[in-house]
Nanobody, 122 residues
Framework: EVQLVESGGGSVQAGESLTLSCAYT?????MGWHRQVPGKKREGVAS???????RYADSVRGRFTISRDNAKKVLYLHMNRLKPEDTAMYYC???????????????????WGKGTLVTISS
């Protein structure tokens, strides 16, 4: 059974950095981070497959880095140069699907964590 538990959210100033972690059980091929602001559609932020290939939303490319430690079973999202528009609930997600691009773009993930809140103040 796949279970996902996020941690690391918090409140920081614009321009600062924050790292999110997601401890997981089970084995999946594609993992990712998605975020959602109340009243807005959920957005795929970044994904990584079991071979280490990564994909990013245009809004975070160059500022965020996704990584995973399969031995420790932890997924990370390193967020740099944070902006107020990055404020959202961030969700860890995973899928057995090999199409990590579709999973990121359309949120086709089978497993979801409960989320961790990130608040960026200007």
């Amino acid at each position: 059974e796949v279970q996902l538990v996020e941690s690391g959210g918090g409140s920081v100033q614009a321009g600062e950095s924050l790292t999110l972690s997601c401890a997981y059980t089970g084995v999946t091929y594609c993992m990712g981070w998605h975020r959602q602001v109340p009243g807005k559609k959920r957005e795929g932020v970044a994904s990584i497959d079991n071979d280490g290939a990564t994909r990013y939303a245009d809004s975070v490319r160059g500022r965020f880095t996704i990584s995973r430690d399969n031995a420790k079973k932890v997924l990370y999202l390193h967020m740099n140069r944070l902006k107020p528009e990055d404020t959202a609930m961030y969700y860890c997600a995973a899928t057995h699907n090999f199409d990590c691009y579709q999973a990121l773009r359309y949120g086709n993930m089978e497993y979801w964590g409960k989320g961790t809140l990130v608040t960026i103040s200007s």
